[in-house]
């Protein structure tokens, strides 16, 4: 599994899970909380540099109100049981969105495990809360706007050392659950050449099984970046 480096989840389908069981959709949410461990744990023993999940989108806080107000409170939760097992597997946590509409419960928690992990050399977990990849692009725009660097000096580099996500390996794999097939506005730019992989399966039931079969899939891919095989 060396070829793979960089892997990204939309985490979808935890309301219906929910749903196909009689529960209320927060309980989907709590279990896929859960699941964000169990993957996270995978990704590290395989060896990956970093992993990001689509947590919370820019569109989410359409939302019901109470809905949106578990989503956010989910981070702490998280990190109440987890956080000591993320430092044992050297696990290092980063937040991707705009943190100054997220509520103080549930940015805290997220920075506060940046700061005890952040010296953290194995895994580097993204996630992606209050974030949108058209925003993001936008936002790194009007910071090179704003350091006056001239138009002939932009590249396709100055873009990208100016995006939330700047510090993650180049995007190798994408990974959509629950049967949709769709981008949804995540990690626009970071996408340009990486592999994208859908599956029917709903993320709480999203295991290490189909975590591996996912890479493995990846690995059986000829990139040829917009060359030709020789």
Not at 28 to 33: E, K, M, S, W
Not at 46 to 63: D, Q
Not at 120 to 130: E, I
């Amino acid at each position: 599994m060396n070829n793979i480096k960089n892997v990204a989840i939309i985490m979808d389908g935890n309301g219906r899970w929910a749903k196909l069981r009689g529960l209320p959709r927060t309980a989907g949410h709590l279990q896929g909380t859960k699941n964000i461990r169990n993957i996270t744990i995978a990704a590290n023993n395989m060896g990956l540099s970093s992993l990001t999940l689509f947590a919370f989108s820019t569109e989410n806080w359409k939302r019901d109100e109470k809905e949106v107000e578990y989503i956010m409170r989910l981070p702490g939760k998280f990190f109440e049981d987890y956080i000591d097992e993320l430092m044992e597997n050297n696990v290092k946590i980063a937040l991707i969105g705009e943190r100054d509409r997220l509520p103080v419960y549930a940015l805290s928690p997220i920075e506060e495990a940046e700061k005890r992990t952040k010296d953290n050399t194995g895994l580097l977990l993204n996630l992606c809360l209050n974030y949108g990849g058209q925003r993001e692009i936008v936002l790194a725009v009007k910071d090179i706007v704003k350091e006056g660097i001239p138009t002939e000096e932009i590249t396709e580099d100055t873009i990208s050392s100016h995006l939330m996500g700047a510090s993650a390996d180049p995007l190798d794999l994408m990974i959509r659950t629950s049967g949709e097939y769709r981008i949804s506005n995540f990690l626009l730019w970071q996408l340009a050449y990486s592999e994208l992989y859908f599956t029917d399966v709903l993320w709480p039931n999203f295991d290490e099984k189909c975590f591996v079969e996912a890479i493995e899939s990846f690995n059986g891919r000829d990139r040829r970046f917009g060359g030709v095989k020789k």
